[in-house]
């Protein structure tokens, strides 16, 4: 029985509105009334104080304690006692890098996959969650050890996902190119591009989309797939490479 | 006495032109008549045969025969025995990864600023003839080494420079704001914002702006500042970082 329970959101501030506020009644449900005091990371901001302050004021909002990393005498034991991890958004490489500085890799996953501690993440704290960074939209303004991430699920997401506007005259590669760039990379797993506005809910074996818009399906070798809000993507978690890119291996 | 001979293009492409169309008289007089081959690196892409043909054909149009290095049987040796390099775009992790994997990276820095070989590059080109490829928009799909580049200059560029658009509703970071986490890790280098159109021209401890759009740059701790085409902007090579960061050292 696996005890994996999370919920990875494309984007904390969807146009037009506050804070988490486009995803604050999954945020409830998610951790549900036996949570109490939710551990937040925020290494992914440079001004930490500041972003452990508006974080901290949305979660009381939702009847929820922060305790921020950065203020914790020791990282990894913070890991150890939390009740429920949540990663915020900011730059995939800095927050990547951090948590290997830190130790807290292979801790976070234990916690996630062994003890069951609920994870939620946002953008990069997204990213993290999955197989690598490699489908991160950040800059690359630090270099990580690896690009192996936390891996509490076998697939890549890209959150932020965006169309193609046909009306643009700028000539730097689309979203789709640079995923399909990715996966002319030998045995590259699959990539969910999360649209702004949904959110992906993983209980144990079973993958739900949430939100309000759709989420397209990266294969490697394959044309794409659109999912609706509310499709059931268990699928993704029992197959790690595309079955075309193990058959050519 | 510098013999630095460099081009870097912003874009290879400009929205309704072809292939090189809009820097071909640059790239002209930039090579001479001097120049009769010139050695290609199409290491950016996956599809190294179409992007040779692509590029060799365009260069004959110029006058210029066209070498692709992956046809080379051994790639250091073509190196060695290049008149001038031309790093085409496309992605630059893949690029970088495959200048360490074939030990280029040293062997063109002294071609180019020791033998004074004419280097020019085109996006991807252009960002790893900096200091590092941190400053990229690519998709980190591979892993490299490091994020060191050639370093045949000491800032950063970041091509394909791309200013916010105020209509829109995607809340991913803007560029501007990229740069500017960027600069938030210390002692960081200047980075100049390329704008599509634009391209440098450095000939020894000179640098020229050329093109049809201005170029913005950014420096540590200060505001960012425009610079039309035309301008003389040798500055660029007498600091390696800016004075703020150097003092807070
Ligand atoms: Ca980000
Ligand atoms: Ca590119």
Redesign the interface.
């Known amino acids: 029985m696996n005890k994996r329970k999370l919920l990875l959101v494309s984007?904390s501030?969807?146009?037009?509105s506050g804070y988490l506020d486009h995803c604050q009644n999954h945020i409830c449900s998610f951790f549900t009334r036996d949570v109490k005091r939710v551990l937040f990371v925020p290494y992914a901001l440079?001004d930490r104080d500041a972003y452990a302050k508006t974080a901290r004021e949305k979660f009381r909002t939702l009847g929820y304690e922060l305790d921020s990393i950065h203020e914790a005498s020791d990282p990894v034991t913070a890991v150890r006692n939390a009740e429920a991890i949540f990663i915020g958004g900011?730059?995939t490489?800095?927050l990547l890098k951090c948590l290997y500085d830190n130790d807290l890799v292979t801790e976070i996953r234990r916690r996630v996959l062994e003890d069951g501690v609920p994870y939620m993440g946002s953008s990069a704290g997204t990213n993290v969650a999955t197989i690598s960074?490699?489908?991160?939209?950040?800059?690359?303004?630090?270099?990580p050890p690896?690009?192996s991430a936390i891996g509490l699920v076998p697939f890549n997401i890209n959150p932020?996902y965006?169309d193609h506007d046909p009306s643009s005259?700028?000539?730097?590669?689309t979203r789709e190119q640079?995923?399909t760039?990715?996966h002319?990379?030998a045995e590259?797993p699959r990539v969910l591009g999360l649209r702004?506005g949904s959110l992906l809910l993983v209980e144990g074996n079973n993958v739900k989309l949430l939100g309000t818009t759709k989420a397209r399906l990266f294969t490697r070798n394959q044309p794409s797939v659109e999912y609706e809000p509310g499709s059931d993507i268990s699928f993704l978690l029992t197959h790690t490479h595309s079955d075309s890119s193990l058959t050519q291996q």
């Open positions: 984007n501030t969807l146009h037009g440079h900011g730059n490489f800095r960074i490699n489908t991160t939209n950040d800059m690359p303004i630090v270099f690896s690009f932020h965006l005259r700028h000539m730097g590669e640079r995923i760039q990715f002319e990379e590259t702004e």
